[in-house]
């Protein structure tokens, strides 16, 4: 399977969402520039802002979507065209509701899960098959769909807060495994760097 060539972090634009669990895809993107000494410019003609890095001998792009969540594959689609890049090719790191504060998984292909970013890019695409780093925020709890909406918009408590870095800081070391494509490995390193809590 091909490496990464693009990796997509999903957000909200704006500081009133910036602490927000919705925001889970920005902080990730946001911790991987700042890793890699990557600066974010604005790019119009693709709906989003920018950056360039090198992973393991590997040029990456780096993308935040600023359209809001609900039409992040309208960023996607323009930079994957723009830089002609298959889906394959690419990672999204978004907030996932079915996974607990703390944990992280990769995954390939499949449906949205109600993540309206994964459903814009996924409508606009045709298909599900490209990667993407699931980072947990937990859920308000089950026969709670009133509360989902406010529970994603809102911040996280600060012992959650620490537990979601946490996440994203183990996702960021397996990262360089899936940009060389090595999927398997990558997986096995970051589902298996601790003990579900």
């Given amino acids: 399977m091909a490496g990464l060539r693009l990796i997509v972090g999903l957000g909200n634009p704006g500081a009133e969402h910036l602490r927000s669990r919705h925001n889970a895809g920005f902080w990730f993107i946001d911790a991987l520039a700042l890793r ?3 600066t974010f410019t604005a790019e119009g003609k693709l709906f989003g802002a920018v950056a ?3 992973i ?3 040029t990456v792009r ?3 979507p600023m359209t809001f969540m609900n039409l992040s594959g309208k960023s996607i689609t323009a930079a994957l065209r723009f830089w002609k890049i298959e889906p394959d090719e690419m990672l999204v ?3 996932d509701l079915d996974l607990s504060p703390g944990s992280a998984r990769l995954k390939f292909d499949g449906g949205h899960g109600g993540q309206n970013g994964l ?4 409508r606009l695409l045709g298909h599900g098959r490209f990667h993407r780093l699931r980072i947990g925020i937990g859920h308000p709890g089950p026969g709670r769909q009133e509360l989902v909406v406010p529970w994603v918009l809102g911040r996280p408590s600060g012992s959650d807060e620490s537990l979601i870095l946490d996440s994203i800081a183990e996702a960021l070391d397996a990262l360089p495994l899936a940009v060389e494509g090595s999927f398997p490995e990558a997986m096995k390193r970051l589902h298996t760097s601790k003990p579900p809590s």
């Fill in 52 to 54: 360039q890095a090198d």
């Fill in 62 to 64: 780096l993308l935040k």
């Fill in 56 to 58: 393991g001998g590997q």
């Fill in 119 to 122: 459903r814009d890019t996924i």
């Fill in 93 to 95: 790191a978004h907030d």
């Fill in 36 to 38: 890699l000494g990557a």
